[in-house]
């Protein structure tokens, strides 16, 4: 039995309510029935609590509202499903009610005989043979004072804010922990003069272990929080994936955007299981988990949602929608709701943010070919294909030439294919989608983040903040803007700063890959090859499939001079789907090891993959000239390298290698003055300063300026080449050999 209060602490009595098997106490906030605890939603418990409290009274309809909602843009009906709700929690029949009635259009009465304890104290004998309450003994009834429970309650600040503002914040936990301590102190001696009396030592053991176990206890996480869990797609097309991904994303990007509701995307596959919601909920820092099953039968989609309790593991409801898949909008509508509801007990303003967030547009083959576009866009699936996802966008636009967020994925995704393969043509292409969803809707996010994407790739930062900044305003591309503004920082050689941004967007998204291969990203232009290594390892722990992860973590295991797990990472690479960037770098492997012709091979095919990145052309040049073949054929190659990279280089002018690797094109087609003009300005940049100097020595070396070649490679081993990657490269191994066969001066007398 749960604790009545203690007399003289100056707080009230706890109100525990009883009638026929079923116990409700507020103080505890539990509902038991047959001595079984019933999962009950917060709103739904301060219902049945105001009607117990004026039991036999009729209360209106809009008097609860008020009195529990605060009347704030709650509509009847949510009280309608409250009352449900209680009445499946006490085992009520609303056509034969023994505990609440329903006064049509009026409101609703309890019409059971609770018993409230308070009412009803039973008296005992304590030692010097006085008549006293029976509260006193508390440790008999296996509880502990309410000044315990106040402190081991006491409220903390949430733990998911965002910015220093939320950091400080936490700085002023310790002073009500001090007397938090105080109190439980004097608790506990209470507890003890009053045992002591009636030699109660077993009840003394009692209320100490259950007041540690208090203490213990871990910071629960913010009650309005969740976890949407991926969507499981049921269809019997598997092609149909898709649908239930882009759902997910859907949802996920609405509940972000509700004030005072804290949202985490969980990328684990499949839906929760009863046994294992304690433990996601604890591993994600939410006290709700959503997911739900969908199939789509011809013209028809059915949705089967689950809202679960992550502390106790009990699902706080579940329901099922059979709609006409034109009705989509409407039916996540409806199960947005039904969280908002569950979660804040109100909807934010008139609920229909909610809805315009989740119809983007009203055309559903539109919405159909836009979900699975954003499918190929997603940087979370192992098989992006940034193509694929604009021709996919293209087709929603050509239904609804009006569609502004498929317009603004068209501009991301070719950011995203310039990004990876060095294609300037694909970053004009950006510029006039960007241009084109910024006509359509200049105030949609979305289109501010694609803006901000492509002013950072230009290296124009004051105007890629500003859209970032803009993009922040909507909770659900909040993450994405974190990264966008860490890549911006790094790119400046803020390194603090970019470890800010990315621990922001890491908060927002903890178990995300991305965030993890970026902040790999930043952690190797800035020369830290080990951390970069462990960020890498840690995304491909949370997405093993995704092929990038492994090309990258191959080439960085390269850069460390580790060939054999290089050569590992590539292959797995290769396994998970045939990709030019492992091909390339299993090139530069054989390169390394002087199979030039080998080497050349793989770069032709991965050309053949993709050949808008300039980089390998040029290792096809280098392969060709290190095998003493044709030297025409070679400096073709080089010419070819060189055109690409001035174009990419305009386009994206704080890429440090890039000029570096000009720099080496340019010496190779006997261009002096180039060469040396680019390598000053990739040294100039100071970031990538290795790879930097590694280039800058090969460049020095044609130039046939040794002096400068062999200070370029004691910068590369000061910042963490390896002797064995420097003594690979053709070049630089004649130039050291040279100085190896230098006499030593005689130290003969």
């Not at 989609?301 to 059979?322: C, E, K, M, P």
């Amino acid at each position: 039995m749960e604790p009545i209060g203690m007399p003289g602490q100056g707080g009230p009595t706890s109100e525990i309510y009883r009638f026929d098997d079923i116990v409700v106490d507020a103080g505890a906030h539990t509902v038991l029935r047959a001595g079984q605890p019933q999962t009950i939603e917060p709103k739904a418990f301060s219902v049945l609590l105001v009607l117990l409290r004026h039991k036999g009274e009729l209360v209106a309809r809009d008097d609860l509202l008020d009195e529990v909602w605060g009347h704030r843009h709650v509509t009847p009906g949510v009280l309608t499903r409250v009352i449900a709700q209680l009445r499946h929690v006490l085992g009520d029949d609303s056509q034969h009610p023994r505990y609440i009635q329903t006064q049509h259009a009026l409101g609703y009465r309890f019409i059971g005989l609770p018993r409230r304890d308070s009412d009803y104290p039973d008296t005992s004998v304590n030692a010097l043979g006085e008549s006293e309450p029976a509260e006193t003994i508390v440790a008999v009834r296996q509880s502990v004072p309410a000044s315990l429970k106040l402190a081991a309650n006491e409220p903390h600040p949430p733990n998911g804010g965002l910015g220093p503002e939320h950091d400080r914040r936490h700085d002023d936990r310790h002073h009500p922990q001090l007397v938090s301590e105080q109190v439980e102190s004097r608790g506990v001696r209470r507890i003890m003069a009053n045992l002591l009396g009636w030699g109660g030592l077993l009840a003394l053991l009692t209320a100490l272990a259950i007041w540690m176990a208090q203490r213990a206890q871990p910071a629960r996480a913010a009650e309005a929080s969740i976890a949407v869990l991926p969507f499981t797609s049921l269809s019997e097309n598997k092609s149909d994936g898709y649908f239930a991904d882009g759902l997910t994303v859907e949802m996920h990007d609405a509940l972000a955007g509700v004030p005072g509701l804290k949202v985490i995307a969980a990328p684990q596959s499949g839906g929760v299981k009863q046994g294992d919601a304690k433990a996601l909920g604890a591993q994600l820092g939410v006290a709700t988990l959503l997911d739900a099953s969908v199939r789509r039968e011809g013209a028809r989609v059915r949705i089967n949602a689950r809202l679960t309790d992550a502390r106790t593991g009990f699902t706080l409801w579940t329901q099922s929608y059979d709609r006409e898949t034109s009705d989509v909008f409407g039916l996540q509508s409806e199960i947005a709701n039904e969280v908002v509801q569950s979660l804040l007990g109100v909807l934010p303003s008139d609920g229909q943010a909610l809805a315009r967030r989740l119809a983007p547009t009203r055309n559903i083959a539109a919405y159909d070919a836009y979900l699975k576009g954003r499918q190929q866009l997603q940087e979370r699936v192992g098989d992006a294909n940034p193509d694929s996802a604009i021709n996919y966008f293209r087709g929603a636009l050509a239904i609804d030439p009006g569609f502004a967020r498929a317009q603004a994925g068209i501009c991301r995704a070719e950011i995203t294919r310039f990004e990876a393969a060095r294609d300037a043509t694909a970053f004009d292409r950006a510029q006039t989608a960007c241009k084109r969803a910024s006509g359509m809707d200049p105030s949609l996010r979305e289109v501010s983040l694609a803006l901000g994407e492509l002013h950072r790739t230009r290296g124009e930062y004051d105007q890629a903040i500003e859209h970032y900044t803009h993009a922040l305003e909507d909770p659900s591309l909040r993450a994405d803007a974190y990264l966008g503004l860490a890549q911006l920082a790094s790119a400046q050689g803020r390194n603090p700063l970019a470890t800010d941004y990315f621990e922001r967007a890491r908060k927002l998204r903890p178990r995300d890959p991305l965030v993890f291969r970026e902040r790999g990203y930043h952690l190797y232009t800035s020369g830290d090859v080990a951390g970069a290594i462990e960020s890498y390892r840690t995304a491909a722990a949370l997405q093993p499939g995704d092929y990038r992860t492994w090309y990258a973590l191959g080439g960085l295991y390269q850069v460390k001079g580790d060939n054999v797990q290089a050569s590992a990472a590539f292959e797995r690479s290769l396994q998970i789907k045939p990709n030019y960037p492992a091909l390339s770098n299993l090139g530069t492997l054989k390169f390394d090891s002087g199979a030039y012709a080998e080497a050349a091979d793989l770069y032709r095919h991965a050309v053949e993959l993709d050949p808008s990145d300039f980089r390998l052309w040029g290792n096809i040049g280098d392969a060709l000239s290190a095998a003493s073949v044709d030297p025409v054929e070679a400096q073709e190659y080089y010419r070819e390298a060189a055109l690409r990279a001035e174009r990419y280089l305009k386009i994206r002018p704080d890429d440090a290698q890039g000029f570096a690797q000009l720099a080496w094109y340019s010496a190779n087609l006997g261009d002096k003055t180039k060469a040396r003009d680019m390598q000053g300005k990739a040294e100039a940049l100071a970031t990538e300063r290795g790879e930097v100097a590694l280039w800058g020595a090969q460049t020095m070396a044609v130039l046939d300026d040794a002096e400068a070649a062999r200070e370029q490679m004691a910068k590369a081993r000061a910042e963490g080449i390896p002797q064995q990657r420097i003594e690979s490269i053709p070049v630089l191994r004649r130039l050291l050999g040279e100085v190896a066969s230098v006499p030593k001066p005689s130290t003969k007398q």
